[in-house]
């Protein structure tokens, strides 16, 4: 009987670390299907600085100088107040590369949202996603594939991909800025993927 409740008390205190452990794993794996991480990013904005073309500084030069010679004045030597040259800050309008709508993967990974290419005033391209939401989960990452539409690891890997950043949060707009030197033409999706488990989470397929 002793021996009985020794082995009872050894069982019970080997279960409780396998316990925790499973507890663990449980929550890492099933606490994102019922808590979002929102994320809210404003468009990135480029200020461009323009300064007046040199012939518009040439003509009013000349229209003070020929309306001095014309009163028989000497022109005034500017100065470095008058000489001063206007520099405009202006914000530029991106340009759109590509884009397209993402969709659900399966009934149970789900995507929803606008996924977008911009290419900004000082030639920084930008893949940006607005009204977006997907289905929540572990170890996800936004991809750029080759496929049109992956289904699976093995789709999103075979015609090329290329990995962009951990996904900022599952809900909400943000932006993921692209290599300068990365061949767009190469990539027909933008791809939600969890790593971990090889499981793709929403796709959108990218067009002109």
Same mark, same amino acid.
């Given at each position: 009987?002793?021996?009985?409740?020794?082995?009872?008390?050894?069982?019970?205190?080997?279960?409780?670390? /396998?316990?925790?452990?499973?507890?663990?794993?449980?929550?890492?794996?099933?606490?994102?299907?019922?808590?979002? !991480? !929102?994320?809210? %990013?404003?468009? #990135?904005? /480029?200020?461009? $600085?323009?300064?007046?073309?040199?012939?518009?500084?040439a003509a009013a030069?000349?229209?003070?100088?020929?309306?001095?010679?014309?009163?028989?004045v000497t022109a #005034?030597? #500017?100065?470095?107040?008058?000489?001063?040259?206007?520099?405009?800050?202006? %914000?530029?309008?991106?340009?759109?590369?590509?884009?397209?709508?993402?969709?659900?993967?399966?009934?149970?990974?789900?995507?929803?949202?606008?996924?977008?290419?911009?290419?900004? $005033?000082?030639?920084?391209? /930008?893949?940006?996603?607005? &009204?977006?939401?997907?289905? &929540?989960?572990?170890?996800?990452?936004?991809?750029?594939?080759?496929? #049109?539409?992956?289904?699976?690891?093995?789709?999103?890997?075979?015609?090329?991909?290329?990995?962009?950043?951990?996904?900022?949060? &599952?809900?909400?707009? !943000?932006?993921?800025?692209?290599?300068?030197?990365?061949?767009?033409?190469?990539?027909?999706?933008?791809?939600?993927?969890?790593?971990q488990f090889s499981?793709?989470?929403?796709?959108?397929?990218?067009?002109?």
């Amino acid at each position: 009987m002793e021996n009985m409740r020794r082995f009872s008390r050894l069982g019970l205190v080997l279960s409780v670390p /396998v316990l925790v452990v499973v507890i663990a794993v449980g929550w890492y794996l099933l606490s994102p299907l019922f808590i979002d !991480q !929102q994320v809210e %990013e404003a468009f #990135p904005v /480029v200020t461009v $600085a323009t300064m007046p073309d040199a012939t518009v500084e040439a003509a009013a030069t000349e229209v003070v100088t020929a309306s001095a010679a014309a009163e028989d004045v000497t022109a #005034p030597t #500017p100065t470095a107040e008058a000489t001063r040259v206007t520099v405009a800050v202006t %914000e530029s309008e991106p340009v759109h590369l590509l884009g397209g709508m993402f969709v659900d993967a399966d009934a149970v990974h789900r995507g929803m949202g606008e996924a977008a290419i911009y290419e900004l $005033a000082d030639g920084q391209r /930008v893949l940006r996603f607005e &009204n977006f939401e997907v289905t &929540n989960g572990p170890d996800l990452y936004v991809y750029l594939s080759g496929h #049109p539409a992956p289904r699976s690891g093995d789709q999103l890997h075979s015609d090329g991909d290329f990995e962009v950043a951990l996904l900022k949060g &599952n809900v909400g707009s !943000q932006n993921y800025e692209l290599p300068a030197d990365l061949d767009l033409s190469a990539f027909r999706s933008v791809v939600i993927y969890c790593k971990q488990f090889s499981v793709v989470f929403s796709t959108a397929e990218l067009g002109g």
